[in-house]
């Protein structure tokens, strides 16, 4: 049986620092603080983001409550280009994606995308997003969603149940689907 864990857990800050490091940039300034944002799965708080300084003991700095009845988070991406930050939720079997700005704790749009949403990645300059069918459903492609207004602007087709994407240096990788047996493999 699988353990469902109360939170997915992301680290903002540290993605730009590591890509001006990995291009030859000095450190980065030791005064900048950096972040953990916590997405809450637990149901009494689930869609809620939590964040904490890692460098105080990841201390609780604030919760921000974004939109409600989420049924089931699915997936996180944000940019440290834009600012932005993104998270793929089931409610009543429609997959939605939120957009919230990281300055301002503002949720700028919250949209259903058809069929479904499943482990969402986003590219380097933080204006795409590739978004999975989800591996439950049997659409044959993802979504490749405008970041700044959440429109489905183009299809990649090539099977069914897509399940997970990441989007490394060298460029976007899906995943089909999890194993029969749930191992993840």
């Not at 240096?169 to 194993?179: C, V, Y």
């Amino acid at each position: 049986m699988r353990q469902k864990f109360g939170w997915i857990l992301f680290v903002l800050s540290d993605l730009l620092g590591s890509a001006e490091q990995a291009a030859g940039a000095p450190a980065p300034d030791p005064s900048v603080s950096r972040s953990l944002y916590a997405v809450n799965q637990s149901a009494d708080a689930r869609g809620s983001i939590s964040i904490y300084d890692i460098d105080e003991g990841h201390r609780l700095i604030r919760t921000i409550q974004t939109v409600p009845s989420i049924g089931d988070v699915r997936g996180v991406a944000a940019s440290a280009a834009t600012g932005k930050l993104y998270v793929a939720y089931q409610v009543s079997g429609i997959g939605k994606i939120y957009c919230l700005n990281i300055y301002s704790d503002e949720i700028l749009w919250n949209r259903a995308v058809d069929p479904g949403v499943d482990r969402l990645a986003i590219n380097p300059d933080g204006q795409l997003l590739f978004v999975p069918t989800w591996e439950g459903g049997s659409a044959d492609h993802i979504n490749v969603v405008d970041a700044g207004t959440g429109e489905v602007v183009r299809k990649v087709y090539f099977s069914n149940r897509s399940h997970d994407t990441q989007y490394p240096l060298s460029g976007p990788i899906f995943q089909e689907t999890k194993a029969n047996d749930g191992s993840g493999d």
